[in-house]
């Protein structure tokens, strides 16, 4: 799909390829806001493979910058090129169970255009892709988000459909004032609206984490282990797509970029200081996790010590008491307990009057 937004336009040119839109005509269009300088925002969601071509055939992006854009999941990263940066960086959003027709659709296309340019690296590209864990225990689902900034322009790339693209493209199409404030605002607006989309997923992770601690005392289990484990993964997976976006945001704030009026510099701050607050959330749930660990162990841990406290109270209460037993039981001629008439009763007497008194000590030393 391809989203193009133009100062002083109403129009929506979105398709899902290029055919319908006369593809020359769209070239052209894109080029001439180019040589203007004009305020462009192209967005390309899922894109086909013609779309794809823009990259190379009109903004002239760098061949490796276009490679890591059909490459799923690359490192969060910051490339400079002459004339414009290039950033990697990592959308979450909730899983989905029907979403994996949707990727092997996404895939078809990526590999329908990776034959077209270079079929003999289309193997690595299949290597190289990753995705979030299986939807057996998948708390969200991670995909990648590119985008091209230049003073004038800006090119986001990405797969997946992602809500927060599509509603701040309606904002900037039903308000001109925001045009008005320059690449360096969309980007920020953009950043922006990446990172408070890990907000839900913490807020996910936190009530899971409390029924895990509400469960760990109440039915300690394998099953609870095993769900305390996929949400360390997903805690551990949070933290390192958001770590290399640290460094982005850093690198990005660190010098002067062509993009970014000093009116901008507060928003991406204020970016920057969302990541840090995230980070803070995922040690703080991290740590409540490996606390919520420690408590199962422990509890397990008192649960077979008070087994193991049981039966050896039983043993021991048995041990006088086979040993009674087995000194009757002896096959000799001369016992003269064993020709007594109520000697079976005495014998079951002496048994029950040692039980009663081992049990006796065993509360008043309140072991039992």
């Known amino acids: 799909?391809?989203?193009?937004?133009?100062?002083?336009?109403?129009?929506?040119?979105?398709?899902?390829?290029?055919?319908?839109?006369?593809?020359?005509?769209?070239?052209?269009?894109?080029?001439?806001?180019l040589a203007k300088q004009e305020f462009l925002w192209v967005d390309l969601e899922t894109p086909a493979p013609d779309e794809?071509?823009?990259?190379?055939?009109?903004?002239?992006?760098?061949?490796?910058?276009?490679?890591?854009c059909l490459h799923r999941l690359q490192r969060p990263k910051v490339d400079e090129y002459p004339g414009y940066l290039f950033l990697v960086?990592?959308?979450?959003?909730?899983?989905?169970?029907?979403?994996?027709?949707?990727?092997?659709?996404?895939?078809?296309?990526?590999?329908?255009?990776?034959?077209?340019?270079?079929?003999?690296?289309?193997?690595e590209r299949g290597n190289r892709e990753r995705q979030a864990p299986g939807a057996g225990g998948r708390l969200f689902r991670v995909a990648e988000f590119d985008i091209f900034v230049?003073?004038?322009?800006?090119?986001?790339?990405?797969?997946?459909?992602?809500?927060?693209?599509?509603?701040?493209?309606?904002?900037y199409r039903a308000s001109q004032q925001l045009m008005e404030k320059g690449i360096g605002f969309l980007l920020q607006q953009i950043l922006g609206r990446l990172v408070d989309e890990y907000f839900p997923?913490?807020?996910?992770?936190?009530?899971?984490?409390?029924?895990?601690?509400?469960?760990?005392?109440?039915?300690?289990?394998?099953?609870?282990?095993?769900?305390?484990?996929?949400?360390?993964?997903?805690?551990?997976r949070v933290r390192k797509s958001l770590s290399p976006q640290r460094e982005v945001l850093s690198a990005i704030l660190r010098r002067d970029q062509p993009f970014m009026r000093p009116v901008d510099r507060a928003y991406f701050m204020d970016v920057y200081d969302h990541v840090?607050?995230?980070?803070?959330?995922?040690?703080?749930?991290?740590?409540?996790?490996?606390?919520?660990l420690d408590a199962y162990l422990s509890s397990i841990s008192n649960r077979m010590n008070e087994i193991m406290k049981v039966l050896t109270i039983i043993t021991t209460i048995m041990m006088p008491l086979s040993v009674i037993a087995g000194i009757y039981g002896m096959?000799?001629?001369?016992?003269?307990?064993?020709?007594?008439?109520?000697?079976?009763?005495?014998?079951?007497?002496?048994?029950?009057?040692?039980?009663?008194?081992?049990?006796?000590f065993f509360r008043r030393k309140k072991w039992l």
Do not use: C
């Not at 100062?7 to 006369?22: A, D, H, S, W």
């Not at 230049?150 to 904002?171: C, S």
């Not at 016992?335 to 009057?353: F, I, K, N």
């Open 331 to 360: 096959n000799f001629e001369y016992m003269p307990e064993l020709r007594l008439r109520y000697g079976y009763p005495a014998a079951l007497g002496l048994m029950a009057l040692v039980s009663a008194g081992m049990i006796w």
């Open 201 to 236: 997923l913490l807020d996910r992770i936190e009530d899971r984490l409390e029924a895990i601690e509400n469960r760990i005392f109440l039915s300690p289990s394998q099953e609870l282990l095993s769900e305390a484990f996929v949400l360390r993964r997903g805690i551990l």
């Open 52 to 68: 794809v071509e823009l990259l190379s055939s009109v903004f002239n992006f760098h061949p490796l910058a276009i490679e890591d």
């Open 89 to 123: 960086l990592h959308a979450v959003g909730p899983d989905a169970r029907g979403h994996g027709q949707q990727r092997q659709q996404e895939r078809g296309k990526q590999q329908e255009y990776g034959k077209q340019q270079d079929r003999g690296n289309q193997r």
């Open 1 to 33: 799909m391809l989203r193009i937004l133009l100062p002083g336009t109403e129009e929506k040119e979105e398709k899902e390829t290029l055919r319908g839109l006369e593809p020359g005509a769209v070239k052209a269009r894109i080029a001439e806001s």
């Open 150 to 171: 230049g003073a004038n322009f800006i090119v986001t790339f990405h797969w997946d459909k992602l809500e927060f693209v599509a509603k701040l493209h309606e904002e």
């Open 276 to 292: 840090l607050r995230l980070f803070d959330l995922v040690d703080n749930h991290h740590d409540l996790l490996s606390a919520a």
